[in-house]
């Protein structure tokens, strides 16, 4: 049981737009930066989003992240078949003392 | 370039001690607020974090796993060793090691598959 919830699974078909929540507490996304990470198969995980709705360099600006209260969000826009990838929010946990993974959201392009 | 590149066993015995090695270039460890960190990945479910040690020496262990884990830094090899006491078929997973800045894993290695099995 991750201390972040995901939704396990999110599809879309090519050009779409999709969503993919993140819920936590006060003790960690509440009180701290959400990150968000994408794992293609075969692949090692890659940083996506940063202090909530930063960009990394080489980042297409299909990719987009919020944040409100415990609660953050993924956007991805003009969906691509090459966007079929688990993703995962992250955040800082206080009570913790350390970082904690969401489940992760296994998203499909139909 | 920044890259990383964890090295370890393919295949433990249950009740062993597995030993993981994170090799890494392109960064300087002795920069304020830099981290080495350790994530696994069993298969067909999620990352877990698993441990962080800074460039201070300060480390941080996930509690769930705290007394069977050990994380210690060799500079002047620029490595980050894992280890992992009384290993179980649950720990059988992908392990990662990751550069830590700016609160976020932000370089990772390929990782490295471990079976745990008799």
């Known amino acids: 049981q991750s201390v972040l919830t995901q939704p396990p699974s999110a599809s879309g078909t090519p050009g779409q737009r999709v969503t993919i929540s993140c819920s936590g507490s006060?003790?960690?996304?509440?009180?701290?930066?959400v990150y968000w990470y994408q794992h293609l198969p075969g692949t090692s995980p890659k940083l996506l989003i940063y202090?909530?709705?930063q960009r990394p360099s080489g980042v297409p600006d299909r990719f987009s992240g919020s944040k409100s209260g415990t609660s953050a969000s993924l956007a991805i826009s003009g969906l691509r078949s090459g966007d079929e990838a688990e993703y995962y929010c992250a955040t800082w946990d206080g009570s913790l003392s350390g970082p904690v993974f969401g489940g992760g959201t296994k998203l499909t392009v139909l | 370039q920044i890259t990383l590149k964890e090295s370890g066993p393919p295949l433990v015995k249950p009740t062993q001690t597995l030993t993981l090695t994170c090799t890494f270039s392109g960064f300087s460890f002795s920069t304020t607020g830099v981290a080495v960190g350790w994530i696994r990945q069993p298969p067909g479910k999620a990352l877990e974090w698993l441990a962080l040690?800074?460039?201070?020496?300060?480390?941080r262990y996930s509690p769930s796993l705290k007394t069977r884990l050990t994380i210690t830094q060799d500079p002047s090899k620029n490595q980050v060793v894992l280890t992992l006491t009384n290993v179980d078929p649950v720990d059988t997973a992908t392990y990662y090691c990751?550069?830590?800045?700016?609160?976020?894993?932000?370089?990772w290695g390929q990782g490295t598959v471990v079976a745990v099995s008799s």
């Open positions: 040690i800074y460039w201070n020496d300060d480390k």
């Open positions: 006060s003790s960690n996304i509440g009180n701290n930066y």
């Open positions: 202090r909530n709705d």
């Open positions: 990751a550069l830590w800045r700016y609160d976020a894993f932000d370089f």
